[in-house]
């Protein structure tokens, strides 16, 4: 099915596998969907930008304790990092582990 999919919705999957990867990764209790991850997409074409609003708008709670621009570039770098192999196999989303800020 995934490689049924256009180009560049196999890029987006892909980043967005990766960016799920990350948030388990760092032990946010995070699940990009993907109409989040569309929505994000329309809000902006910069990443750190689309993190930031992301914070902002539904994890504001964080933003008391830590910055947003170095939780941005943390989880961006991270993302960078799970890019390479993050084809669309594991669910992230039922997986638990290191959570921050619990």
């Not at 999919?5 to 993907?34: K, S």
């Not at 708008?57 to 933003?63: A, E, G």
């Not at 910055?67 to 039922?94: T, V, Y």
Request: a negative charge; hydrophobic letters at 35%.
């Amino acid at each position: 099915m995934f490689n049924d999919l256009p180009p560049e919705f196999r890029t987006e999957e892909i980043e967005r596998n990766a960016y799920n990867a990350a948030f388990y990764e760092l032990g946010l209790r995070w699940f990009w969907d993907t109409e989040t991850y569309a929505g994000l997409l329309r809000h902006s074409p910069e990443a750190e930008t689309r993190i930031r609003h992301y914070l902002q708008t539904r994890q504001p709670h964080l933003l008391t304790a830590y910055d947003a621009d170095f939780l941005a570039r943390a989880i961006q770098e991270c993302m960078q990092r799970h890019k390479p192999c993050a084809l669309p196999s594991c669910d992230w989303s039922k997986l638990t582990g290191c959570e921050l800020g619990i």
